[in-house]
């Protein structure tokens, strides 16, 4: 294994850039649910939160605290989610720690708790979260290719790796 190799930081088994603090890392979200949705994860993949050991758990905390602080004011929002689906029962798709940093605005969905079915129910259901931003939104300020903004891309789809590699990079300059 050359030392590249081992240096490359892994998310589950999707290879991510070098956003990170001692024990802990950062990513844009490839199919984030709006823009600025961001994961922070521990370096060491373990699949629940009880498998961290201490100084894990704590860095990955202030990692949380520090990136969510920076998504409020870069994506101008009122508030955050903040969300861990621990197991998969808990709606965890990818069997690696990871905490969701998700920038809300004032009316972005008419039930400020819908963010939890977007999050847990819909796993890989792409017409189901579509259905539901869509019931969610103002439709004279909707497109199905784009949120109130134009930009967000309402199905929820993935992005393409310079799209994820853009916007990182514009985040890390805030860091």
Sequence with gaps: MSSQEEDTILFY????TEQKTKFSYALVNLKPIFPGHVLVCPLRNVPRLHDLREEECSDLFLAVQRVSRVIELEYSADSVNVAIQDGPLAGQTVPHVHVHIIPRR??????VHDIYE???????????????????????????????DG???????????????????RLRKLF
């Design 151 to 169: 930009n967000a891309k309402v199905k929820n789809l993935a992005r393409t790796i310079e799209d994820m590699r853009t916007e990182a990079n």
């Design 13 to 16: 088994k999707f290879p991510v």
């Design 118 to 148: 977007l999050l847990h129910d819909c796993g890989d259901d792409e017409d189901r979260k579509f259905q539901i931003l869509k019931k969610n939104q103002n439709h004279d300020n909707f497109a199905e290719d784009g949120g109130p």
């Design 106 to 111: 004032i009316n972005d969905l008419p039930n």
